[in-house]
Nanobody, 124 residues
C-alpha cells in the first residue's frame, strides 16, 4: 500500500494544523495506522496511533491533550489534528500502516508501510 501524507506547513505557536494521510489500497481499513515525527538532528519518534476499528488509540505523552488521531475508512484516510502547537513540534511527520490491525502500536518495527512525510514548522 502507498501512503501520501499532506497538510504540513508553517504555523505560529498556539496554532493548529490537520495532517492527512491517504492510502492507495482498500485494505487500509484493516490496518492499524500511526503517526511518527523526526525533528532536525533527532531520531524519529512515535506521536499517535489508531487501531483499524478506531476503538484503540495511543499518544505520546508530549502530545496528549493537544493532538487527536482519527480515521475515515471509507476514504482510506487517517488524520492528525494538531492543536496548541509548540515550536518543539517542528518536525517531518510520517504516517505508517501496520498489517497488525488490532492495536495501536508505538513501535516502528510493527509498521510495514511508510509515507514520505510532510514538514510541520512551528514558529515562536
Amino acid at each position: 500500500v502507498q501512503l501520501q501524507a499532506s497538510g504540513g506547513g508553517l504555523v505560529q505557536a498556539g496554532g493548529s494544523l490537520r495532517l492527512s494521510c491517504a492510502a492507495s489500497d482498500r485494505t487500509f481499513s484493516t490496518y492499524s495506522m500511526g503517526w511518527f515525527r523526526q525533528a532536525p538532528g533527532k531520531e524519529r519518534e512515535f506521536v499517535a496511533a489508531i487501531s483499524w476499528n478506531v476503538r484503540i488509540t495511543s499518544y505520546a505523552d508530549s502530545v496528549k491533550g493537544r493532538f487527536t488521531i482519527s480515521r475515515d475508512n471509507a476514504k482510506n484516510t487517517v488524520y492528525l489534528q494538531m492543536n496548541s502547537l509548540k515550536p518543539e513540534d517542528t518536525a517531518v511527520y510520517y504516517c505508517a500502516a501496520s498489517r497488525s490491525g488490532s492495536g495501536s502500536y508505538t513501535g516502528e518495527n510493527v509498521y510495514n508501510y511508510w509515507g514520505k512525510g510532510t514538514l510541520v514548522t512551528v514558529s515562536s
